[in-house]
């Protein structure tokens, strides 16, 4: 088997805290090759974002404490100096940040951000890499680009900034581009382009994409696989068809209940009843047991494993579930 | 950190952040260099503040026996173990009797420009319009012009004194606080938790004490810190053209003026006040870097993780 | 207008508010008409949903509606008393009663106040709401209604989520217990389930408390769950404005149709006609301004700015030609 472009095994992030140790990610593996997509679903702070931020070394540690390893193009990530971070995601991966103001610099404006950026990773001269910069901007939809080039990140709009930062991601061409959110603030036509934009980029530079969204909709158009995460860990792992078609984890199927389209009134949204674990405590059981309609005696004492479910695809349950949604 | 810490209830977590003073110091206790700083800071201090009283006399009493007598020779006693001087003073004394003129002129030229030029640089920022612009334009001139013969001139007419010298340089120094504070408030002011503030109907004095003063503080003391060391020399120079302080009050860069003439003779008489002043500005430097890890939530994160042994 | 003058006043109504930006560039200073003449009431226990592409003006409404930016132009009531006149100190008190949780909640969370400091500043602020011993209480208990545990409290916001974020944001908008609430985008940081959640606290706060929601939103079908108007933003101006039902189920504009059928569901995959460029804000050409895209736009669109026109009920209205 060739080499995947990333490959991440059994990687845990822990924070320690006065209060205990946050475990905001526990033992998650993944491989992608080039061109390949997975969109990563799940609850909010289930550590979508942490992963993320990890792949590009952007993980303090300390405080933190990471465990497995992340091999990008077959390069150890984790333990790398700064130095040597920059000549990895020099290598081709770039990232959409969930927070727009982390990606830009509130005193330069936009288009000398872009040019600059172009200019140093890219090599080109400082007349095309403005061009460039403009025409980026257009890309990504954002009208009088040229005229708006000159202006400071807090003149534009929430989306557009979002816009922005998803044009510089894709500026240099990556091999991987991992977008955490990045269509959370725009309309669907917007969202639309973006999307057209990144599918674009994947098949004429044979791009591979980590795509974090809540957006179901969005998961099921963008990916070729889906990846849902609860507390930290992997829940279900497989093809989006066949997690849309078959959801076998009773979380994916409860998190499809509650979308708005299931329901016609806002008294009809089904919520997923309790509240997400305290991520400082040890569970002994499966994480979702607490909140979850199926669970046994034999849930709150053993942690499932993920394994190969019913429908084909991996599942992190005790049981096998008919998809009930 | 261990198993058992992971079953401290949320209550146990809340009394235990509630008090960031203690973390603080416990903090402090465990790493070296800033401990090592904030000790030689207090030390100068009480020397400056309880023992340079008793030192007065000593620090201008001449004996030409003692004209230039060389450092770490034992014979004549404690106050002469870092020699005498060109008179024949005792340097131990003269020095902490320095310490004290030096963190009294340098200490309150520099808290008076920092405190002014931060609130100033805060309000102005913060409004903006015609108030601003006058003490921009006020901050141009007082650069432009040049500092030291300002002072030279105005402490020509004013006659030199202890208190003169720190108005003069307290001005001096103001437009270096005013600026800073004020840049970092525009871009601050531009952040949508300040609008979030005005939302709620927070007024305007609020929010500059509440949401922008947090964040400008640091740099401010790492400014000021920066600045008492230039002071120091500052008042060496003015010294040194005869407009500084005058005998009895010496302070250091007064000593390092006075010694230089006699550098090739005698080095320790500048050389000591010399490492006094930077032994100071170095420590509080390094004070002020860690005051502002410490402040930042997230730096002091990582803080708290090296000491209690985050990284297992 | 002969109003008895005994009805009491709308909670909110905006009148012909807009706000232009003026950019300076090198070929002269250029005006950007951000949000040009919008006009609306809102009543208690009402949603009113703004939809609009990004850009068009949403956040720039909401902030001039609050005078955090101030009004080019136009007035609002809030209980017939004029925001737009108020001075300054009246308009912090006013604000008591008007609250706003903003779109980015990585920016709008001071970092260096935990989430307990924060979510009781608005009480410090108006001294007198709680008791200040009670405050901790007080912020738990806002705390659990928005699904986050008391351990959040000695929070600092850099270790939350943007999910656990927002919800903190939504507590503090909720602690001064407003008669209008402006949310912008307030649960697109969420995971359906906890957006589920969210949605029916508030609605359920709307129940109890009668507030006035102003809810901005992308997602159409949220948006057809909760409001019982919804305007269509584009280009600073209301295209299509009229209740909810009404403008689902026979959309006028043809921007509106073109967002309800972009929708991404599970069904449908991405349109891959090539959507055409959101039209330059600058071009203040004759005309309507959606004509550049518009897939039904004539010559007359190019040259003469439509009127508003009303739909088959008077309260639906809309920016066309056309009628169909
Ligand atoms: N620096 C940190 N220190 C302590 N805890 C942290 C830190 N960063 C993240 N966490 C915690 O780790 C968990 C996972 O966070 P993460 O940002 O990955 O969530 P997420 O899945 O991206 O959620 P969302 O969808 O809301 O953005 C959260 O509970 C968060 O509070
Ligand atoms: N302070 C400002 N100075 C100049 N232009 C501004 C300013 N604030 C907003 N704008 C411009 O006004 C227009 C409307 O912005 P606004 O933030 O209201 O859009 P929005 O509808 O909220 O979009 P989104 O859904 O992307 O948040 C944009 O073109 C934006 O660039
Ligand atoms: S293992 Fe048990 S508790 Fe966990 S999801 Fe499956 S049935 Fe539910
Ligand atoms: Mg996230
Ligand atoms: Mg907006």
Same mark, same amino acid.
């Given at each position: 088997?060739?080499?995947?472009?990333?490959?991440?095994?059994?990687?845990?992030?822990?924070?320690?805290?006065?209060?205990?140790?946050?475990?905001?990610?526990?033992?998650?593996?993944?491989?992608?090759?080039?061109?390949?997509?997975?969109?990563?679903?799940?609850?909010?702070?289930?550590?979508?974002?942490?992963?993320?931020?990890?792949?590009?070394?952007?993980?303090?540690?300390?405080?933190?404490?990471?465990?497995?390893?992340?091999?990008?193009?077959?390069?150890?990530?984790?333990?790398?100096?700064?130095?040597?971070?920059?000549?990895?995601?020099?290598?081709?991966?770039?990232?959409?940040?969930?927070?727009?103001?982390?990606?830009?610099?509130?005193?330069?404006?936009?288009?000398?951000?872009?040019?600059?950026?172009?200019?140093?990773?890219?090599?080109?001269?400082?007349?095309?890499?403005?061009?460039?910069?403009?025409?980026?901007?257009?890309?990504?939809?954002?009208?009088?680009?040229?005229?708006?080039?000159?202006?400071?990140?807090?003149?534009?709009?929430?989306?557009?900034?979002?816009?922005?930062?998803?044009?510089?991601?894709?500026?240099?061409?990556?091999?991987?581009?991992?977008?955490?959110?990045?269509?959370?603030?725009?309309?669907?036509?917007?969202?639309?382009?973006?999307?057209?934009?990144?599918?674009?980029?994947?098949?004429?530079?044979?791009?591979?994409?980590?795509?974090?969204?809540?957006?179901?909709?969005?998961?099921?158009?963008?990916?070729?696989?889906?990846?849902?995460?609860?507390?930290?860990?992997?829940?279900?792992?497989?093809?989006?068809?066949?997690?849309?078609?078959?959801?076998?984890?009773?979380?994916?199927?409860?998190?499809?209940?509650?979308?708005?389209?299931?329901?016609?009134?806002?008294?009809?949204?089904?919520?997923?009843?309790?509240?997400?674990?305290?991520?400082?405590?040890?569970?002994?059981?499966?994480?979702?047991?607490?909140?979850?309609?199926?669970?046994?005696?034999?849930?709150?004492?053993?942690?499932?494993?993920?394994?190969?479910?019913?429908?084909?695809?991996?599942?992190?349950?005790?049981?096998?579930?008919?998809?009930?949604? | 950190?261990?198993?058992?810490?992971?079953?401290?209830?949320?209550?146990?977590?809340?009394?235990?952040?509630?008090?960031?003073?203690?973390?603080?110091?416990?903090?402090?206790?465990?790493?070296?260099?800033?401990?090592?700083?904030?000790?030689?800071?207090?030390?100068?201090?009480?020397?400056?503040?309880?023992?340079?009283?008793?030192?007065?006399?000593?620090?201008?009493?001449?004996?030409?026996?003692?004209?230039?007598?060389?450092?770490?020779?034992?014979?004549?006693?404690?106050?002469?173990?870092?020699?005498?001087?060109?008179?024949?003073?005792?340097?131990?004394?003269?020095?902490?009797?320095?310490?004290?003129?030096?963190?009294?002129?340098?200490?309150?030229?520099?808290?008076?420009?920092?405190?002014?030029?931060?609130?100033?640089?805060?309000?102005?920022?913060?409004?903006?319009?015609?108030?601003?612009? /006058?003490?921009?334009?006020? %901050?141009? =001139? !007082?650069?432009?012009?040049?500092?030291? *013969?300002? &002072?030279?001139? @105005? #402490?020509? $007419?004013?006659?030199?004194?202890?208190?003169?010298?720190?108005?003069?340089?307290?001005?001096?120094?103001?437009?270096?606080?005013?600026?800073?504070?004020?840049?970092?408030?525009?871009?601050?002011?531009?952040?949508?938790?300040?609008?979030?503030?005005?939302? /709620?109907?927070?007024?305007? %004095?609020? =929010? !500059?004490?509440?949401?922008?003063?947090? *964040?400008? &503080?640091?740099? @401010? #003391?790492? $400014?000021?810190?920066?600045?008492?060391?230039?002071?120091?020399?500052?008042?060496?120079?003015?010294?040194?053209?005869?407009?500084?302080?005058?005998?009895?009050?010496?302070?250091?860069?007064?000593?390092?003026?006075?010694?230089?003439?006699?550098?090739?003779?005698?080095?320790?008489?500048?050389?000591?006040?010399?490492?006094?002043?930077?032994?100071?500005?170095?420590?509080?430097? @390094? #004070?002020?870097?860690?005051?502002?890890?410490?402040?930042?939530?997230?730096?002091?994160?990582?803080?708290?993780?090296?000491?209690?042994?985050?990284?297992? | 207008?002969?109003?008895?003058?005994?009805?009491?006043?709308?909670?909110?109504?905006?009148?012909?508010?807009?706000?232009?930006?003026?950019?300076?560039?090198?070929?002269?200073?250029?005006?950007?008409?951000?949000?040009?003449?919008?006009?609306?009431?809102?009543?208690?226990?009402?949603?009113?949903?703004?939809?609009?592409?990004?850009?068009?003006?949403?956040?720039?409404?909401?902030?001039?509606?609050?005078?955090?930016?101030?009004?080019?132009?136009?007035?609002?009531?809030?209980?017939?008393?004029?925001?737009?006149?108020?001075?300054?100190?009246?308009?912090?008190?006013?604000?008591?009663?008007?609250?706003?949780?903003?779109?980015?909640?990585?920016?709008?969370?001071?970092?260096?106040?935990?989430?307990?400091?924060?979510?009781?500043?608005?009480?410090?602020?108006?001294?007198?709401?709680?008791?200040?011993?009670?405050?901790?209480?007080?912020?738990?208990?806002?705390?659990?209604?928005?699904?986050?545990?008391?351990?959040?409290?000695?929070?600092?916001?850099?270790?939350?989520?943007?999910?656990?974020?927002?919800?903190?944001?939504?507590?503090?908008?909720?602690?001064?217990?407003?008669?209008?609430?402006?949310?912008?985008?307030?649960?697109?940081?969420?995971?359906?389930?906890?957006?589920?959640?969210?949605?029916?606290?508030?609605?359920?706060?709307?129940?109890?408390?009668?507030?006035?929601?102003?809810?901005?939103?992308?997602?159409?079908?949220?948006?057809?769950?909760?409001?019982?108007?919804?305007?269509?933003?584009?280009?600073?101006?209301?295209?299509?404005?009229?209740?909810?039902?009404?403008?689902?189920?026979?959309?006028?504009?043809?921007?509106?149709?073109?967002?309800?059928?972009?929708?991404?569901?599970?069904?449908?995959?991405?349109?891959?006609?090539?959507?055409?460029?959101?039209?330059?804000?600058?071009?203040?050409?004759?005309?309507?301004?959606?004509?550049?895209?518009?897939?039904?736009?004539?010559?007359?669109?190019?040259?003469?700015?439509?009127?508003?026109?009303?739909?088959?009920?008077?309260?639906?209205?809309?920016?066309?030609?056309?009628?169909?």
């Amino acid at each position: 088997m060739v080499t995947p472009l990333l490959d991440i095994r059994d990687f845990s992030v822990t924070f320690p805290s006065l209060g205990g140790d946050i475990r905001a990610v526990r033992g998650i593996n993944l491989q992608l090759g080039e061109g390949e997509s997975v969109a990563v679903l799940g609850e909010s702070g289930s550590g979508k974002s942490v992963t993320s931020r990890a792949i590009l070394g952007l993980i303090d540690v300390p405080p933190a404490r990471l465990e497995g390893s992340i091999l990008f193009d077959g390069v150890e990530v984790l333990g790398r100096s700064d130095k040597e971070l920059a000549a990895i995601r020099g290598r081709g991966v770039s990232m959409v940040f969930q927070d727009a103001l982390d990606g830009l610099n509130p005193v330069y404006t936009v288009g000398d951000q872009i040019s600059e950026l172009l200019r140093v990773r890219a090599h080109m001269s400082r007349k095309t890499a403005k061009a460039e910069a403009i025409s980026l901007m257009q890309q990504v939809g954002i009208p009088a680009a040229a005229q708006r080039a000159k202006d400071y990140p807090h003149q534009f709009s929430g989306g557009m900034r979002q816009r922005i930062c998803i044009a510089m991601a894709v500026a240099l061409k990556p091999k991987l581009l991992i977008a955490d959110e990045p269509t959370t603030a725009l309309d669907v036509t917007v969202q639309a382009e973006i999307l057209q934009l990144i599918a674009r980029l994947q098949r004429e530079a044979n791009m591979a994409l980590i795509f974090v969204t809540h957006d179901l909709g969005v998961a099921h158009n963008i990916a070729e696989n889906l990846m849902v995460m609860y507390a930290g860990v992997v829940m279900e792992f497989g093809p989006t068809n066949a997690v849309f078609g078959a959801p076998a984890h009773p979380y994916t199927q409860a998190l499809m209940r509650s979308h708005p389209s299931e329901a016609t009134h806002w008294s009809d949204l089904q919520p997923i009843a309790g509240s997400p674990p305290d991520k400082t405590e040890r569970l002994a059981g499966c994480p979702f047991s607490p909140r979850c309609p199926h669970s046994t005696d034999r849930c709150t004492k053993e942690e499932p494993a993920l394994r190969r479910g019913p429908a084909g695809h991996q599942v992190r349950c005790h049981f096998d579930l008919d998809a009930q949604i | 950190m261990s198993n058992a810490t992971s079953n401290t209830t949320p209550s146990d977590d809340i009394s235990r952040r509630q008090n960031p003073k203690w973390v603080r110091l416990r903090l402090l206790l465990k790493m070296p260099l800033p401990l090592t700083a904030a000790i030689i800071l207090i030390l100068l201090l009480i020397a400056a503040l309880f023992v340079a009283p008793y030192l007065f006399e000593q620090a201008n009493r001449q004996n030409l026996r003692l004209r230039f007598y060389p450092p770490f020779q034992t014979e004549q006693g404690w106050l002469f173990w870092l020699g005498g001087d060109a008179l024949g003073r005792s340097m131990v004394a003269e020095l902490i009797y320095g310490a004290r003129t030096s963190f009294l002129v340098a200490g309150s030229a520099v808290g008076v420009a920092a405190s002014l030029g931060f609130a100033i640089g805060l309000v102005s920022g913060y409004f903006g319009g015609w108030f601003d612009a /006058i003490i921009m334009r006020l %901050a141009d =001139i !007082i650069v432009t012009l040049p500092s030291l *013969l300002m &002072a030279l001139a @105005i #402490l020509f $007419v004013l006659g030199p004194s202890v208190f003169n010298l720190i108005c003069v340089l307290a001005v001096a120094r103001l437009p270096v606080f005013m600026r800073t504070a004020r840049a970092q408030t525009l871009s601050i002011r531009e952040w949508t938790f300040v609008e979030v503030s005005r939302s /709620i109907g927070a007024s305007p %004095a609020r =929010i !500059i004490w509440r949401d922008i003063r947090p *964040l400008v &503080a640091p740099t @401010i #003391l790492t $400014v000021a810190m920066l600045e008492l060391g230039n002071t120091m020399l500052a008042v060496a120079g003015l010294s040194f053209l005869g407009v500084g302080l005058q005998r009895p009050d010496i302070d250091w860069g007064t000593m390092v003026a006075e010694g230089r003439q006699y550098m090739n003779v005698a080095w320790w008489i500048t050389v000591f006040p010399g490492i006094a002043i930077l032994i100071t500005a170095l420590s509080a430097n @390094i #004070l002020s870097n860690w005051m502002r890890a410490v402040g930042d939530p997230k730096q002091s994160g990582a803080l708290v993780a090296k000491v209690t042994g985050g990284g297992n | 207008m002969s109003a008895p003058t005994t009805k009491t006043p709308p909670l909110l109504q905006v009148e012909g508010l807009s706000k232009h930006f003026v950019l300076r560039g090198r070929g002269g200073n250029k005006t950007l008409r951000a949000v040009d003449d919008i006009n609306f009431t809102l009543e208690p226990s009402e949603t009113m949903a703004i939809v609009g592409e990004s850009g068009s003006g949403k956040s720039t409404l909401a902030r001039s509606l609050l005078r955090l930016l101030e009004p080019t132009s136009g007035t609002v009531h809030l209980r017939g008393q004029s925001l737009t006149d108020m001075t300054h100190k009246q308009l912090r008190e006013a604000r008591r009663s008007i609250q706003m949780v903003f779109q980015d909640p990585y920016a709008s969370l001071h970092p260096r106040h935990t989430v307990a400091e924060i979510i009781s500043e608005p009480w410090r602020v108006h001294r007198g709401i709680y008791p200040q011993a009670d405050y901790a209480k007080q912020v738990d208990i806002l705390l659990s209604k928005v699904g986050l545990s008391p351990n959040y409290a000695p929070a600092y916001p850099y270790r939350l989520s943007g999910g656990e974020r927002q919800r903190v944001a939504i507590a503090r908008a909720l602690a001064l217990a407003p008669q209008v609430l402006i949310l912008d985008e307030p649960v697109s940081a969420l995971d359906v389930s906890i957006q589920a959640q969210v949605i029916k606290l508030l609605m359920q706060l709307q129940l109890d408390m009668q507030i006035g929601y102003l809810f901005i939103s992308h997602d159409l079908p949220l948006v057809r769950l909760v409001a019982d108007k919804v305007a269509v933003m584009y280009m600073g101006r209301f295209v299509e404005q009229g209740p909810a039902d009404e403008v689902f189920a026979a959309p006028r504009h043809p921007y509106t149709k073109m967002l309800l059928a972009a929708v991404p569901n599970r069904q449908n995959a991405p349109t891959n006609e090539p959507a055409s460029e959101p039209t330059n804000p600058f071009d203040i050409e004759a005309g309507c301004a959606f004509a550049p895209r518009c897939p039904m736009a004539q010559d007359i669109c190019r040259t003469t700015a439509p009127n508003r026109q009303t739909g088959r009920l008077a309260a639906h209205s809309f920016t066309c030609h056309f009628s169909q």
